[in-house]
C-alpha cells in the first residue's frame, strides 16, 4: 500500500477554507484516496473519497490531480467544531481490507 | 452514533485477568476490524473479519484473541496483558471487501492494564 505523507498540525480561523494536502507518490492504479476525521476520544469518521479529479459532499471536497500523487481535502469555512486529526488513506479498492492510518494531521480552529 | 457499539467504554485491569471487549453493528455490513489506537501513535489494524472469517491478522501477540460468532458481533479476548497494551481499541465494519475505504468505527474501549 501506498504510503501518504501529511502535515502534521495546522491552525485556522473560523470561516476560513481550509486546506490539507496529502503526499502519496506509490499510490496504484487501483488505490482510491480516502479521508477520515477523529475527535478526541471517538473513532474515526469517513469524510470523503475518491479516485480522481474533484469530488464534493456536504462536508467536503476532495481535489486529485491527474498524476494522483497529491490529494488535498478542502473544508470551505471551518467551525471550532471542526477541531480534529484528519487522515489521509489510500486503500486498494477492489477488495482486500489494509487500512493503513498514518499519523494525521491535527487541526486547530480558532475562534 | 454510527451503528456500531462498543462494550465497556473503560476497562481497567490487572496483567493476570483475563477480560473480553465486545462489538456490535447494527448495519448489516459483512466486514468487522479490530484496530489499537495508542497516545502519540496512529492507528493500527488488528484483525479483520469477512463473513465470520479471519482475513487478516497483523502479527498481533497471542495475548490477544478475536472471535467472530456472527456477522454482527465481535470480540475481542484478552488475558494476561501487559501495560504497553494500554491503548483505545476501536471496532469498525463495512459493507464487504469492496467498500472497505468506508469503514463506520464505534466509540472505543479505553484499556488501562495495571
Same mark, same amino acid.
Given at each position: 500500500?501506498?504510503?501518504?505523507?501529511?502535515?502534521?498540525?495546522?491552525?485556522? $480561523?473560523?470561516?476560513?477554507?481550509? /486546506?490539507?494536502?496529502? +503526499?502519496?507518490?506509490?499510490? *496504484?492504479?487501483?488505490?482510491?484516496? &480516502?479521508?477520515?476525521?477523529?475527535?478526541?476520544?471517538?473513532?474515526?469518521?469517513?469524510?470523503?473519497?475518491? $479516485?480522481?479529479?474533484?469530488?464534493? /459532499?456536504?462536508?467536503? +471536497?476532495?481535489?486529485?490531480? *491527474?498524476?494522483?500523487?497529491?490529494? &488535498?481535502?478542502?473544508?470551505?469555512?471551518?467551525?471550532?467544531?471542526?477541531?480534529?486529526?484528519?487522515?489521509?488513506?489510500?486503500?486498494?479498492?477492489?477488495?482486500?481490507?489494509?487500512?493503513?492510518?498514518?499519523?494525521?494531521?491535527?487541526?486547530?480552529?480558532?475562534? | 452514533?454510527?451503528?456500531?457499539?462498543?462494550?465497556?467504554?473503560?476497562?481497567?485491569?490487572?496483567?493476570?485477568?483475563?477480560?473480553?471487549?465486545?462489538?456490535?453493528?447494527?448495519?448489516?455490513?459483512?466486514?468487522?476490524?479490530?484496530?489499537?489506537?495508542?497516545?502519540?501513535?496512529?492507528?493500527?489494524?488488528?484483525?479483520?473479519?469477512?463473513?465470520?472469517?479471519?482475513?487478516?491478522?497483523?502479527?498481533?501477540?497471542?495475548?490477544?484473541?478475536?472471535?467472530?460468532?456472527?456477522?454482527?458481533?465481535?470480540?475481542?479476548?484478552?488475558?494476561?496483558?501487559?501495560?504497553?497494551?494500554?491503548?483505545?481499541?476501536?471496532?469498525?465494519?463495512?459493507?464487504?471487501?469492496?467498500?472497505?475505504?468506508?469503514?463506520?468505527?464505534?466509540?472505543?474501549?479505553?484499556?488501562?492494564?495495571?
Amino acid at each position: 500500500l501506498a504510503k501518504t505523507t501529511q502535515p502534521i498540525s495546522m491552525d485556522s $480561523y473560523e470561516g476560513q477554507e481550509v /486546506n490539507i494536502t496529502c +503526499s502519496h507518490n506509490n499510490i *496504484a492504479t487501483n488505490d482510491y484516496i &480516502t479521508w477520515y476525521q477523529q475527535f478526541p476520544s471517538q473513532g474515526p469518521r469517513f469524510i470523503i473519497q475518491g $479516485y480522481k479529479t474533484k469530488v464534493t /459532499n456536504e462536508v467536503a +471536497s476532495l481535489f486529485i490531480p *491527474a498524476d494522483r500523487k497529491s490529494s &488535498t481535502l478542502s473544508l470551505p469555512r471551518v467551525s471550532l467544531s471542526d477541531t480534529a486529526v484528519y487522515y489521509c488513506l489510500v486503500v486498494l479498492f477492489t477488495g482486500g481490507f489494509k487500512t493503513i492510518f498514518g499519523a494525521g494531521t491535527r487541526l486547530f480552529v480558532k475562534a | 452514533e454510527t451503528g456500531v457499539t462498543q462494550t465497556p467504554r473503560h476497562l481497567v485491569m490487572g496483567m493476570t485477568n483475563k477480560k473480553s471487549l465486545k462489538c456490535e453493528q447494527h448495519l448489516g455490513h459483512n466486514a468487522m476490524y479490530w484496530y489499537k489506537q495508542s497516545a502519540k501513535k496512529p492507528l493500527e489494524l488488528m484483525f479483520v473479519y469477512s463473513l465470520e472469517e479471519r482475513v487478516e491478522n497483523n502479527s498481533v501477540p497471542s495475548r490477544f484473541s478475536p472471535e467472530c460468532p456472527n456477522s454482527s458481533h465481535l470480540f475481542l479476548h484478552l488475558h494476561t496483558l501487559q501495560p504497553e497494551d494500554s491503548a483505545l481499541y476501536l471496532c469498525a465494519s463495512s459493507q464487504d471487501s469492496a467498500n472497505s475505504y468506508e469503514q463506520y468505527f464505534g466509540p472505543g474501549t479505553r484499556l488501562t492494564v495495571t
